[in-house]
């Protein structure tokens, strides 16, 4: 026979409990009910996870890995111990598989199911973290559960009694509170807030910089000492192992005062020879409640706006359960009897999470038939959309999924091409509250291709957004031309893969027309491109700008050219710098002829083959041909190499049909000139390109 189990993977501690025979029960491992969420590396290269693990740290702290839930899904820490690189998913796979082995044992089964809790607050990407980490540890995750509603089940569940409950949940690193209504044993979510680096870890903190600050003021002379156990400056002559190992003590003596301050109005903390220094101090509870007064003030701020996002005040609330270690702090209670009611206290507070979770993994896991009489609906704790233009907004979050919605949930809404004959949009998604993408977690990226040509504007893109029970996103976007799907599980995105799409970029290849005619024009053009370069850099789209300028002899029917491949702007500026007037010839420069065509070719080869990045041409000219074949070829060339072409030329001429048909803008250089500056045409093309690179 095989069991589900329910895991609370903490940030400090970790649990595993079962549901059998009707009852729910801690497993113990190592004869314990809970196990440190460590690991570490013996000098062997054994592996040490839970308990031992935590005891070496206080010898070894380097060869140690704690509080790895803090980093878990942020896609770029990671750990060297022992030549070993261990990422926070492969250390809560370690710890999770610790559990496993655990549990097994205590019920002489297989455990090959489990139903693993999060912080209601934590994101997509690290949802997604800690599922990867399940399944690395053998286990099938039925569900991640949020926290806050394992506990409310574990509270209610079988209690046959209709409230309204607010989950208060302080743990090592993270705080999520949640507002749940429960109807027998149906369990809904209201709503969630909280912070996923906030807990018990910096209240310790906290209390270690207090006792180093006091100490300092006594032996100034080794004031610089302190800074080094702060991570505020260099080793000096001190032994990178001596550093870790003051700190670790250092927080080892911060965890115990703060454990019997929960109980005793005073602690001790006493250390000798911490790099030389002995450290004994005395604590009160009225000092050590001023510094944690402020991480538990913004829990309360979070308390109050959940209610406000739950329609309820707090007279509504029936009972204020609290969750997780760090809520044994006595200011915690006081808070909260202030801003709602007395909170109840579980006899087992580490375990109600686990416990929770396992009478959910066992209605998941029971056969067809035999269901627990239980149900529940979380919500998604941040909204969810997509980057679109709306105004002069080139970087607006269009939400599709509002914040505490429902899960799960599916939704969808319809965005067109922004401009002619576009056939490809990059679709980036965002999870916050911003109302600008840049200021929200990025997700996930793709690009939708294969759109057909056509005016701006009429190709409908259908972007459907899926949130499963676990509050995992999938994202499909569709093309009313097109008869098959692009899926973006964001599961499976490499966010480090998709930078490219995340911040845009453009190569801008300037066609410069140097014959006479344009001797009035050219110093302000030389000035015009590089404020240009200055402008699209302030909008954000990482810029290269190149150069391609051309002009006819006088004695011969062939264009000369000459080419400056894309550059930052500014070497750019000293490629502009060397154009001059008739230096390539000097009688003239007619787009639109067969003798042009040439010259198109050269300045479509002269943009780098990187298929990322956006290829903008700007043509500046003011002379014309109107040959129409060649008209019709020089646009096929644009075309075809995917160039927007923006035209500063003649009214009237095919130099507007060539920023038409490839999806640039037109100005009429004539009309312009002693009334507009080139500096303002510029910037107005920059704007469109900048629009045009975020969609």
Known sequence: MGYAVGIDLGTTNSVVAVRRRGSVQTLPVE??????????VRGGGQLLVGQSAKNLAIIEPAQTVVSAKRFIGDGKTAWEIQGQRFTPTDVSGHVLA????????ALSARVTEAVITVPAYFNNPQRHATKLAGEAAGLRVLQLLPEPTAAAIRYGFDKQRDQTLLVYDLGGGTFD????????????????DGDAHLGGDDMDMALVEHVLGCVRERIAAKARWFDY?????????????DLALARQRLKEAAEEAKKELSQSDTAFITLSDILGTHIEEEVSLTTYNKLIRPFVDRTIEKVKEVLNAARLRPDDVDRVILVGGSTRNRLVKERLTAAVKEPWTAESVDEVVAQGAAIVASSLSAPEGEWAPITFVNVTPFALGVRAAKGDEIDFFQILIPKNSSVPRETEHEFTTWRAHQTSVDIAVFQGEHARCKENTFIGSFRLSG??????????????????????LAVTATCNDLRADTVLDVTLVSREDDSQLLRPTADVLFLVDTSGSMSSELDGVKRSCLDFAERVAREGVECRLGLVDFDKPPSGSKYRWEIFEPMSPVDFAGAIAKLSIGRLGGCGCYIGEPSTIPVIQAFIQAFPSDDRRLKIGILISDEVGNDAKAVADIISILQGSRVCFHVLGVRGSCHEKLARETGGCFW????TRG????????AAVAHEITVLALR
């Open 668 to 671: 009429d250089i004539h009309a």
């Open 229 to 241: 156990l702060l991570g505020r400056g260099g080793r000096d002559t001190i032994a990178p192992r």
């Open 31 to 40: 004869g314990r009910p809970v196990m440190p969420s460590a690991i570490a």
């Open 177 to 192: 509170v949640s507002v749940l209504r429960v109807d027998g044993n149906d369990f809904t979510a209201l709503a969630v």
């Open 451 to 472: 759109i057909p040509k056509g005016p701006a504007g009429q190709a409908g893109i259908l972007v459907k957004f899926a949130l499963d029970a676990s509050d995992l």
């Open 98 to 105: 610790k559990l496993k082995a655990a549990a097994e044992a």
């Open 675 to 682: 009334k507009v500056r080139f500096e303002d045409l510029l």
